[in-house]
């Protein structure tokens, strides 16, 4: 099956290889890549980064249970999501299936892979509207790929794995569950659908819960044959040394981050009720994530009220049913208590 989803030149492709790539041993001595062999960094910098990040792998498969031979890294979610694209759509030919409020990258890309969006418009509860789906399914043409995200990004909302398994059963394309928020959620992961499902793509991140958004480390775990047409096609040594060794000091700590993730998600409580109790706020919606959405008077205002203190919100009145709606990242006490009072001083300047 996922042999005929794919790109005829990415099916045929002879991906790039090195020549450690053909040695099974402990090396002593490079010269094969032409490198520097001077380094100027207390790491070897100098040497091309392991293209597999075999260590890393290792320590996601320890600490976290995500299989080592099902999981590629990548340099971020979004080089995955693009990679994704670029193996299974053909441009100006295939087209993918975007749930609708969502986030926003995936059409990004396939926009840049000249690759047609079609968009499936959720309940206005955000639930998943199951008769349009399939409607959509059955009346378009060359669709390749469904994106879902889980929780959603802006809507906060986590599907039930039952829920992603109809999905699945319903779609001859590839599912790919974006779990970007999964660690705030008591909702059960897919992780462990994708040995039960060929057409099933697990996507995580370092960036939100393990707090390493900037080193850039993106999670692919799927099944063997889609985890090789990904190394196959991606860029020889795509996630750097620095990006490796940051992921490994942070994985040797997952004890403190889910303490903290679990402060986050009792704070996110907490602040679900003193927002609800302000005036301004029209509507909040319930969270499985790091944030919350909700509906105020006027979120163009807010947001430019909020910049004046220097305090930065995200304004989503043009999505889908978010007219004049806001997303608030749970961050530390003390910033979630300044956005508090300077939307309650809004409020009392609006009296």
């Given amino acids: ?13 002879t991906p790039y290889s090195c020549a450690r790539d053909e040695f099974s041993g402990v090396a002593e001595v490079f010269l094969d ?20 990040c075999t260590l890393l792998r290792k320590q996601l498969d320890k600490k ?3 299989p080592f031979d099902n999981t590629v890294i990548g340099n971020g979610s979004d080089e995955l999501i693009d990679n994704l694209i670029r193996s299974f759509c053909e441009p100006k030919q295939d087209k993918i299936i975007i749930m609708n409020p969502t986030y926003g990258a995936y059409k990004v890309f396939a926009d840049i892979n000249d690759v047609e ?6 309940k206005k509860n955000f639930e998943i509207d199951f008769p349009l789906l399939e409607q959509t399914i059955e009346n378009e043409n060359n669709l390749k ?47 462990k659908l994708v ?35 990904i190394n196959n096609m991606k860029a020889p040594y795509n996630v750097s040394s620095s990006t490796q060794i940051e992921a490994l000091k942070i994985l040797d700590q997952t004890s403190k981050i889910y303490q903290q993730r679990d402060e986050v998600i009792e704070r996110r409580k907490r602040y679900f009720e003193k927002f609800k109790s302000l005036n301004y706020v029209k509507k909040i919606y319930d969270s499985d994530a790091n944030f919350l959405l909700m509906e105020v008077e006027d979120s163009t205002y807010l947001c430019k009220k909020l910049q004046d203190k220097k305090i930065i919100i995200r304004n989503r009145t043009k999505d889908l049913y978010l007219k004049n709606c806001v997303r608030i990242t749970i961050g530390s006490e003390e910033e979630c208590l300044a956005v508090f009072d300077a939307i309650k001083g809004v409020e009392n300047e609006r009296k």
């Avoid at 032409?34 to 293209?51: A, V």
């Avoid at 969006?117 to 959720?122: E, I, L, M, S």
């Avoid at 039952?162 to 059960?188: H, L």
């Avoid at 991140?205 to 063997?224: E, P, Q, V, W, Y």
């Fill in 1 to 13: 099956m996922i042999k005929n989803l794919l790109r005829k030149n990415i099916r045929e492709l």
């Fill in 33 to 52: 890549a032409n490198e520097n062999f001077k380094t100027y960094s207390s790491y070897d910098f100098n040497r091309y980064p392991d293209p597999h």
């Fill in 64 to 66: 976290l249970g995500l």
């Fill in 117 to 122: 969006t079609v968009f499936v418009n959720y």
């Fill in 145 to 191: 790929l469904l994106f879902i995200c889980s929780p959603n990004n802006p809507t906060g909302r986590a599907e039930e794995i039952e829920t992603i398994e109809k999905i699945i059963k319903i779609f001859k394309g590839i599912v790919i569950v974006d779990e970007a928020y999964a660690e705030f959620s008591d909702k059960e992961s897919c992780v």
């Fill in 195 to 229: 040995q039960k499902y060929e057409n099933l793509v697990v996507l995580k991140t370092l960036s939100k819960c393990f707090a390493a958004a900037g080193i850039r480390a993106g999670i692919m775990i799927s099944n063997l044959e889609i985890v090789s047409v």
